[in-house]
């Protein structure tokens, strides 16, 4: 078991430290490089309010956005009508995939990639 694996290294509470750790480092990311591109982070910000994910809300091409990041190789999933969400899993999520997955979004949305057709035609899983 991978929890149990995680005991001499502190534990469940070393991966919720990591776990919040990331998620921390994630929504800064966000919010330094992507600005000006319409995302708000709707993630609470209270460490006990929010568990090992980061929601992002934008009102146009939220759907769009998360297929192509997909498409990037950044799994994320969209939940209507306009959420954008993330999950950290602790175990083997590094800090470095949170820094590249905001550095795809950026550049999805910078290069407005995600306004391509193929990024906007709804599949039966999202």
């Avoid at 490089?33 to 929601?55: D, F, K, M, N």
């Avoid at 209507?80 to 969400?85: C, E, F, G, N, T």
């Avoid at 602790?90 to 949170?98: K, N, Q």
Wanted: positive net charge; glycine residues 10%.
């Amino acid at each position: 078991d991978s929890v149990l694996a995680a005991e001499p290294f502190g534990g469940m509470a070393a991966l919720r430290r990591k776990s919040l750790a990331l998620t921390n480092l994630f929504i800064a990311l966000v919010e330094g490089r992507c600005v000006g591109h319409g995302l708000t982070v709707i993630t609470p910000r209270e460490h006990g309010l929010r568990g090992s994910q980061v929601a992002l809300s934008r009102p146009d091409g939220a759907y769009a956005i998360v297929q192509a990041l997909i498409a990037r190789g950044v799994l994320g999933d969209f939940r209507a009508p306009d959420v954008l969400r993330f999950g950290f899993t602790p175990l083997y999520t590094r800090f470095v995939d949170a820094w590249d997955a905001v550095e795809q979004l950026r550049q999805v949305m910078a290069s407005g990639e995600w306004r391509e057709a193929r990024f906007n035609q709804r599949a039966a899983v999202t």
